[in-house]
């Protein structure tokens, strides 16, 4: 446990925030700072061909220890932190045994964890929690998953009567800005295939995330003298009111759950002359996603036809752009893949937690690169702000899986069913 903490403690207190203004890659320098921090660690435990490429790649290699031909699998999380919160100055708080009641992060400015509203905390008592002091993120998101795959690898190598095939581990810049596997070299990593360890609480086990577009729209206005402005002014921010009050009712973040999908207006600038919104498209479904898009189309198509007299030209301008798409069309090819994974959950005596993710994962982009990649739970809570926590048992448990899902896929009992039943 002492080891775990200790190595947590080891990366989140390097800041390693990431910038989606930033056109490099890794977008921040800082995040330097850390992966060459891994780079050598992981050459320290005993890991060979570890390689960190130009953008802050890292892979590294576990040999196979066994005779037989096994798949190569692989374990990826990512070392940047989200740019929504600061990550620099991190200064983690460890709570012994939990005694389930509220938490002070920061007695100075009255910021406290409390279960009264983050219901959650109190299936952890008992265990040791590790939180922010309240000024910071705490980065388990996605430190704990590196720390995770870091302490499984050196278990393995301490342990080689544990049999395994080759293991591949990777660890990426950028994730939280939507980039971490943009330059992720699939090739290279050589895989069959690999989990990302990016997940939230215990059990977490996902291969199904939503379909993503983003949407810049543009509406155009006329300014004129507001004391003599019937008939003649345009005001762009009230044709953005109507469009907005066009989208279905009822289908925002906010009030959506599971498999249903929204609109998210996440950005509005304006005068009158220009105004611009910002919204997002979300769908696990690919023909509701199509459809949703299509709204967007048909609305614009509807105020551009209504000004066209006045305005003289399209008035409203929609760019849509696709994101990302839903792993699951990649995964269920191949299901033995969270089958193993599942298996090795339960025989850890941890439950499953299959849920479709409400937002996207460096996985579901290396699937569509063509290495199917669930996503597998890091131990974590409230990621992205000064109340994220996680307990060092869920890490310690993610450690377990990681050596047990290595275990079963040396075993190749799943791989046996899958290929008989392609046969069949
Ligand atoms: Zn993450």
Redesign the pocket.
Known sequence: MQQIIDRFISYVTIDTESDSSSETTPSTVKQWDLAHKLVEELKTIGLQDVTIDDKAYIMATLPSNVEQEVPTIGFI??FDTTPDFTGANVKPQIIPNYDGKDIVLNADQNIILSPTYFKDLLQYKGQTLITTDGTTLLGA??KA?ITEIVTAMEFLINNPDIKHGKIRVGFTPD??IGRGAHHFDVEKFGCDWAYTM?GSQIGELEYENFNAAGAKITFKGKSVHPGYAKGKMINSMLIVNDFINELPKGETPQETKGYQGFFHVHHLTGSIEETVLELIIRDHNKKKFEKRKELIAKISQKFNKKFAKQFGEDIVIAEVKDQYYNMKEKVVPVKHIVDIAEKAMKELGIKPVIKPIRGG?DGCQLSYKGLPCPNIFAGGHN?HGKYEYVPVESMQKAVEVIVRIAELTAKGDFIKKEVKSKIK
């Open positions: 999380s990512h998101d996605d998953g994730e939280e990016d994962t990621f």
